[in-house]
């Protein structure tokens, strides 16, 4: 025996020992030696039923005790002899329980007995094989009903255990207040002994009532285990039975007609059931008319009285019962009316099935696994219905069960909401068998769909690969129609609002998204193309046919993703779900990003700045090579790459060189010695930036005398050359002072050179004296 009916059986020992004779419950002390306590000793079934039995009579005493009205002692409140009363009714109810779980434990064991003995002795069936396809599923029926009792088994036994852990921490938690208890009598005043003994003893009869439950609980769960054990000596039989029968099924005629017949009766019974539920239906609509007529006629009464004002009320309560009365009808004829069309589908399937085990023809077994697994998703989607229903007709009976619950016992509504919820539980009725029928054939076709693997595994090749082209098209075209998204589509005609749910399958997606490929691909080469030609005419620079190929690649992709949603029917409201505070949260997250996005549009309208513009940015200079949807590119003289935010070229200071005309103008500044022929120095200056290929013509360069230095008189040269030329402005002022030089030594003009002079005062004369070697020393004389 486990731990936790060792704990139970001390537990219950204890609640023995507190419980005491009645005459001892009315002493003021009950205290008891622990070393005159003996082990406790494993009960044997009937010790347990003589005991629980005692404690039946005697519960059942005081409850009549209780019943009669015999006040408590003084300082007893009505609350605790109604929390005595409980503990009383739950004794007697677990202790009740208790005896029947330990009759039944006899009855279970021998259940398991004789399953054995069975077991034992089954050997085989009484005539050879191949036995009817009908003793085939009858027997997997009860393996699966059997596998099914099993799982739920071991879920109510682990529940039991779940719940036992429970009670033993309320039998301490009782235990430790039947301690206090005791305490408190003890220690109590002459004048509070009555009071306290009996909540003493009230504190002993919930222990014991709480060890009872536990008892019941444990002997529930023992016996849960013993059905277990029961069930899997059954299955041990049916799976002999199973194995004996084999692979090969037989479909005798006899039974085909058997089961055609057994077909065609339960059409007549449903078929008849239908009818009466239409002949109720028409009763209720005709019924529905004449509440009508009520209600239209007190409506018209002038000057009504509260009566009236009354009975219009029950009037418009009956009419809306009634329409309620003929929604459930209406959802029973349609439940009737599916299990009337669904009724063939099993015999249907039983004709595939035999094609499918008993066919010569390959291609007729094919076709015949193709119908079985229409039949099992058909099935699949009633089992659906069926769902939907059944909760349905649950909500609506609970919402007409607390309605009649609130009403008064006298109210004239009473007996319409009854005939209301005998319709809606008819209603549920109807749904049940419907599932059972289809749950049925849903688990029989999927063992049927089982053991057709099993017999592939028999096929020649050449039977295999003649079935495969039609397996491989019916996947293909399943997963063709698979619908990946469904949205709802509204169209307005003459103010009427109709939604139509539609599906997007994975092949209308598969086109769609070929579609913008193909699409897009084809436009941008002829963009490309087009560009092409615009830069080999002259329209556009290279650089600025890169960007606006760039933009309007992008803004044909965004007509082209438009397009697509249009092929496939999809409204922009489908993406609704995108606003709110997703939107928000995408618009904080990426403001910055639509920021740089929008400055590039008014950059690329305003055409302030263009590709091959030069700028100076933040103190680097360089030449605008791309301006793309969030950043542009600027390339420095040093052939460094800066990747600038478009939203910089329109927030900071930017200076552009090139904005109107890439003509500039520079400087080149020339220092002569004084004394030279100023006339002859500004000719050859001028001479010199006329000579120079890239220095402009027009305008002219200019050589101005700019200043008369401490040291030399300095010379200007302002000249104009185009950004666009290869050579650069550094270059040409560099060219410029080699042959400015060069021609100023051939005139014999020396270039001025930095001079100081300095002034020194002494006292006396000094004496220099000059040496062959060095200079040694300069002292004053």
Not at 23 to 32: R, T, Y
Not at 175 to 188: F, G, K, N
Request: hydrophobic content about 40%; some cysteine; overall charge neutral.
């Amino acid at each position: 025996m486990t731990r936790t009916v060792f704990s139970f059986l001390r537990l219950g020992l204890l609640v023995v020992l507190f419980a005491g004779s009645p005459a001892m419950a009315q002493l003021p002390s009950l205290k008891l030696s622990e070393d005159k306590v003996e082990a406790p000793q494993e009960e044997t079934p009937a010790d347990k039923r003589k005991r629980l039995k005692s404690w039946l009579d005697e519960w059942r005493g005081q409850v009549d005790v209780l019943d009669k009205g015999v006040a408590p002692p003084a300082g007893i409140t009505p609350d605790e002899v109604a929390s005595r009363r409980a503990d009383l009714l739950l004794g007697i109810f677990t202790a009740e329980n208790t005896i029947r779980s330990l009759d039944t434990a006899d009855i279970l064991k021998q259940s398991i007995a004789q399953a054995k003995e069975e077991n034992a002795k089954w050997k085989s069936f009484d005539k050879p094989g191949p036995y009817s396809f009908v003793l085939h599923d009858e027997l997997r029926r009860q393996q699966e009903g059997i596998a099914t009792r099993m799982r739920a088994y071991e879920s109510a036994v682990n529940m039991f255990e779940r719940e036992l852990g429970k009670r033993q921490d309320e039998i301490k938690k009782a235990d430790e207040v039947v301690r206090r208890a005791q305490e408190t009598a003890d220690r109590a005043a002459p004048e509070n002994v009555d009071a306290e003994v009996w909540r003493l003893e009230s504190a002993k009869l919930k222990l014991r009532a709480l060890s009872s439950a536990a008892a019941m609980l444990q002997h529930t769960s023992d016996n849960t285990r013993l059905r277990t054990a029961s069930a899997e000596e059954e299955a041990a039989l049916l799976k002999r039975k199973v194995a004996a029968l084999g692979t090969e099924t037989a479909f005798p005629q006899q039974d085909l007609d058997h089961l055609q017949h057994s077909t065609d009766e339960r059409r007549k019974d449903i078929a008849k059931e239908l009818n009466g539920i239409e002949k109720s239906q028409q009763g209720t609509i005709a019924d529905r008319q004449t509440a009508l007529a009520a209600v239209e006629a007190l409506k018209a009464t002038p000057n009504p009285t509260d009566a009236d004002k009354a009975k219009l009320a029950a009037a418009v309560d009956r009419v809306q019962g009634l329409d309620n009365q003929l929604e459930s009808l209406a959802n029973r004829v349609e439940i009737t009316g599916a299990r009337l069309r669904f009724l063939s589908e099993y015999y249907e399937a039983q004709k595939s099935r035999k094609t499918l085990l008993t066919s010569q023809s390959a291609a007729d077994r094919t076709e015949a696994l193709a119908a079985l697994q229409t039949q099992l998703a058909r099935a699949s989607a009633f089992d659906s219905l069926v769902d939907v229903r059944r909760n349905s007709a649950l909500s609506a009976m609970q919402e007409q069960e607390s309605r009649l619950t609130s009403l008064p016992p006298d109210s004239p509504l009473r007996p319409q909401i009854e005939q209301l919820l005998g319709t809606l539980r008819g209603d549920l009725d109807a749904v049940e068998r419907f599932g059972q029928d289809i749950s049925g054939l849903h688990l029989d076709i999927g063992r049927w769909l089982a053991d057709s693997d099993q017999i592939a595994k028999s096929m020649t090749w050449g039977e295999r690969l003649s079935g495969l082209g039609s397996r491989i098209a019916k996947q293909a075209k399943a997963v063709w129609n698979f619908v990946v998204y469904r949205y709802d589509d509204k169209t307005e005609v003459d103010g009427q609002v109709t939604t139509v749910r539609r599906g997007l399958t994975l092949g209308w997606l598969i086109g769609a998204l070929l579609f913008f490929f193909v699409a897009y691909r084809a436009g941008s080469w002829l963009l490309k193309r087009a560009f092409k030609r615009l830069v080999g005419k002259g329209r556009v620079e290279q650089g600025q046919a890169d960007t606006l190929r760039r933009w309007t690649r992008i803004a044909m992709g965004i007509v082209l993703a438009l397009v697509t949603l249009n092929f496939l029917k999809i409204p922009l409201a489908a993406f609704a779900f995108l606003g709110g505070a997703l939107a928000i949260g995408i618009g904080f997250g990426t403001q910055t990003l639509f920021k740089n996005f929008i400055s590039g549009l008014i950059v690329l309208a305003e055409r302030k700045v263009r590709v091959g513009d030069i700028l100076e940015v933040d103190g680097v200079a360089g030449t605008v090579t791309s301006i793309d949807t969030r950043s542009s590119t600027v390339r420095s003289f040093d052939g460094v790459d800066m990747i600038m935010p478009n939203s910089v070229l329109l927030e900071n200071k930017v200076i552009s060189w090139t904005h109107d005309t890439p003509v500039v103008r520079r400087v080149v500044r020339v220092r002569v010695a004084y004394g030279s022929q100023l006339r002859m120095v500004s000719t050859i200056l001028s001479e010199c930036a006329a000579q120079h290929g890239v220095i402009m013509k027009t305008p002219e360069p200019q050589v101005v005398l700019e200043e008369f230095a401490t040291d030399s008189l300095v010379f200007a040269i302002f000249f104009w050359i185009d950004l666009r030329a290869k050579t650069g402005g550094s270059v040409v002022a560099s060219d410029l002072r080699f042959m400015i030089e060069r021609r100023l030594s051939e005139a014999g003009i020396a270039l001025a050179s930095p001079q100081q002079s300095f002034q020194l005062h002494a006292d006396k004369p000094l004496r220099v004296q000059m040496d062959a070697g060095e200079v040694e020393e300069v002292k004053p004389v």
